[in-house]
């Protein structure tokens, strides 16, 4: 791991860490560190810069925590987040472009084109970050959104296909056996 990453890493961990008590879960436990741990294996594998895609998997969300912003725009003022702290951290202005595409572009259902293998690593990995904590989900269905238990998982069914959906090409090939013991085994009534 870069000084660089180190330093968002931390920076990121403080945000989240101070921010648990007001968005009711752990943003960083419960969401982050899987983007993080699922962006670096699939630059890895996809030949990306990895450097680029931990830093834009790491500020993927950083507006949520920062309290900055509505959160259906996040990603718009993650972006400006991600600028700022990088600038502040000297990192290389053409590198702090890469990144901020990553975390303007992460959301799959705001409709922004991929354009780098970068970008498609960090808006896949945080897809496959809900496939890795589906009780997230379910805790949103219920507490949330006040849904009932049959409205609840249906909610989580329709997330997570629409997310698999989303996924690049690629990655939904790679998935496709794990999302449908997913579904066999949380939606199929026996």
């Known amino acids: 791991m870069s000084k ?5 890493r931390r920076e990121v961990l403080t945000r989240c860490e101070k921010s648990k008590q007001d968005m009711g879960f752990d943003i960083w ?5 899987y983007v993080v741990e699922n962006a ?17 998997a790491l500020l993927h969300d ?10 259906e725009e996040h990603h718009i003022y993650g972006a400006e987040i991600a600028e700022q702290l990088l600038t502040e951290l000297n990192y290389p202005k053409d590198k ?3 990144v ?5 572009n992460h959301r799959g259902s705001v409709n922004r084109p991929k354009d780098t293998i970068e970008e498609q690593c960090v ?10 904590c589906i009780p997230m989900l379910f805790s949103k269905a219920y507490g949330k959104l006040d849904l009932s238990i049959s409205d609840g998982k249906e909610w989580v069914r329709q997330k997570l296909e629409r997310d698999y959906n989303k996924l690049s090409e690629r ?3 790679k998935l496709q056996d794990r999302y449908n013991n997913i579904v066999n085994v949380l939606f199929i009534d026996k």
């Open 4 to 8: 660089i990453t180190e330093d968002i």
């Open 123 to 132: 808006a896949d990995a945080d897809v496959i970050a809900h496939f890795d």
């Open 100 to 104: 901020k595409n990553c975390v303007l």
């Open 29 to 33: 436990d419960e969401h982050i560190k």
């Open 40 to 56: 670096i294996s699939l630059a890895k594998e996809y030949g990306a810069d990895v450097e680029i895609v931990e830093l834009g």
């Open 171 to 173: 990655t939904r090939t």
């Open 96 to 98: 702090i472009e890469q």
């Open 62 to 71: 950083i507006a949520k925590p920062s309290k900055y912003g509505p959160a």
